[in-house]
């Protein structure tokens, strides 16, 4: 995927091409976690949908539930679940946006011109 040592860093043109790519997979997985935390809600607390999207998007944002009080047991189960999931979906949307650049600063760093 990226450039091996050996070889100079990409252009900067293919460099964004590379960071909107990781940008784009960073949203799909974003979505999708999202997607699951609408219909989790929706399903175990018959929330609607605009508050079901609230308390999931709050929690994938790392600010917590909006909603604590009046949960259903099935509720406060799929809302600890789905906080824990939260959590590591921050930690790999995170690790998809840095790769690129940690890659591209070591690459820098190690890359010697005599090999070109």
């Not at 690129?100 to 070591?106: I, T």
Request: glycine share 12%.
């Amino acid at each position: 995927m990226y450039e091996p040592h050996h070889l100079p860093p990409i252009p900067a043109g293919r460099f964004a091409i590379r960071i909107i790519m990781h940008g784009a997979i960073a949203l799909g997985i974003v979505a999708i976690s999202l997607f699951i935390g609408i219909a989790g809600y929706m399903a175990t607390e018959q929330m609607g949908m605009l508050d079901a999207f609230l308390n999931s998007s709050m929690l994938l944002g790392g600010m917590g539930p909006v909603k604590t009080e009046g949960l259903t047991p099935e509720g406060k189960l799929f809302a600890g679940c789905y906080a824990l999931y939260a959590g590591l979906v921050f930690i790999a949307v995170m690790s998809i946006m840095l790769a690129p650049v940690v890659h591209r600063v070591m690459h820098r760093y190690h890359w010697d011109e005599k090999h070109d």
